[in-house]
């Protein structure tokens, strides 16, 4: 059972970086996908970054191409996201999801973590 756990959210100026990460337990990491989703007040849940379980192949939905960057550590068993640039648009629960392919979901989530950017 994989167990994920998010952190870095926060509140930020328009313009400003925030740093997410994810550190996963419960089982090895290193062959997982992992993925990044977002959930805005009253909106549906939408696919933000994916990385294959390599690291090579990368993959990001177009609101964000250019200004986040994801990445991993396999033997820290963490993800990141790195997000520069960030609009009001960008606020949002951010999740963490492992077990995915491309932009769908796997079946593991984290609890998320709040980011708000100011305009």
């Known amino acids: 059972q994989v167990q994920l756990v998010e952190s870095g959210g926060g509140l930020v100026q328009a313009g400003g970086s925030l740093r997410l990460s994810c550190v996963s337990s419960?089982?090895?990491?290193?062959?997982?996908?992992m993925a990044w989703f977002r959930q805005a007040p009253g909106k549906e849940r939408e696919f933000v970054a994916h990385i294959k379980w390599s690291g090579v192949y990368t993959n990001y939905a177009d609101s964000v191409k250019g200004r986040f960057t994801i990445s991993r550590d396999n033997a820290k068993n963490t993800l990141s996201l790195q997000m520069n640039n960030l609009k009001p648009e960008d606020t949002a629960i951010y999740y963490c999801?492992?077990?995915?392919?491309?932009?769908?979901?796997?079946?593991?989530w984290g609890q998320g973590t709040q980011v708000t950017v100011s305009s």
């Open positions: 419960g089982r090895s990491f290193s062959n997982v996908n």
């Open positions: 999801n492992a077990g995915g392919g491309s932009s769908d979901p796997g079946p593991y």
